[in-house]
C-alpha cells in the first residue's frame, strides 16, 4: 500500500542525490539543509508515525539530517495552561527535535478553539523556529484530512511552511488481510485452516473495508480483530493445559478458533 507516498519519499531522495552529484561537479560542497515541511493526512492505522522514522532514516543516511531521531508530540506537549508558557514548553520540545524530525499527532487540535485558546501560541512559536532554524530540523504536522486541511488553511504562515503533502490513504481489502498476516506471523501463530475458511478471512476484511466509516482505523482496526481472534483461541487452549501444556496447537490458529471469531462480527 502507499504507493503515491513511497513514490513522494523516492522523490526526495532522488533530489537529494542529484543536488549532492551537481554540486560535486560544480566543486562546490553540497547544501543538504531541508527547507521542506511535510503534512501526513490520512485516517489512524495507515502508518503516518512509521513513514516518518523511515523518512528521519533516509534524511540521516543523505546526510540531509545528522539524526534519524523522531520526537512525537500531541497538543499536551506544546500546550500550556497558563500565559507565557506555552512558548516555552512549545521551544523546549522543539530544542530536543533539533537535529531530527518533529512529529506533531492530530496537529490540527493546536488550532485555536476561542480567543484565550493557548494553541495561537504554540503556533506562532513552530512557524518563528521553523524559520529561524531552517534547515535544522523537519516538522511533520499529521491528522485526519479535513482537519488538517482546515488547519492549513486558517494560517498564511502555515501555507508558506508546509510545504510537501503525503495522503494516506485507507488500505484496500487485500492490503487489510496481509497486514493481518503479517501481525499474526510476528506474534508467532500460524492459521491451520481450509481455502474455504481462508476465503472467509478475506470476505471479513473485504465487510470491514466495505463498512468503514470518515475515521476508518485501518492498522488498528486490523489489530483489534487479531486481538479478538487470539482471546478465543486462548479461551479454547487454557483448559486443555492442566493436563497438556505443551498442546500441539499452542501456536495454531484452527476453523474452530475461526469459525468462534467470524461468528462474533455482524453480518
Known sequence: GLQAVKAQLQQIRSSVLVAKAQAQAKGEEAALGLGTHFVFYGNPGTGKTTVARLLGRILK????????????????????????????????????ALGGILFIDEAYSLAPASENDFG?????????????????????AAGYRDEMQ?????????????????DFT????????QIFDYMLQQRGY????????????????EQMYARRGEKFGNARDVRNALDQLLSLHSQRLAPLLA???????????????????????PN
Open 61 to 96: 543516511e543523505l546526510e540531509v539530517l545528522p539524526e534519524d531521531r523522531v520526537t512525537v508530540a500531541e497538543r499536551a506537549q506544546l500546550v500550556a495552561g497558563y500565559v507565557g508558557q506555552t512558548a516555552i514548553k512549545t521551544n523546549q520540545l522543539i530544542d530536543q
Open 120 to 140: 495561537k501560541e504554540a503556533i506562532d512559536t513552530l512557524l518563528t523556529r521553523m524559520e529561524n532554524d531552517r534547515g535544522r530540523f523537519v516538522v511533520i
Open 150 to 166: 482546515h488547519f492549513i488553511n486558517s494560517n498564511p504562515g502555515l501555507q508558506s511552511r508546509f510545504n510537501s503533502f503525503l
Open 170 to 177: 485507507d488500505y484496500q481489502p487485500t492490503e487489510l488481510r
Open 190 to 205: 500460524q492459521l491451520q485452516v481450509s481455502e474455504e475458511d481462508q476465503q472467509r478471512i478475506n470476505a471479513f476484511f
Open 243 to 265: 493436563t497438556r501444556p505443551e498442546h500441539p496447537e499452542l501456536f495454531l490458529i484452527t476453523a474452530t478458533d475461526l469459525s468462534a471469531w467470524l461468528a462474533q462480527t
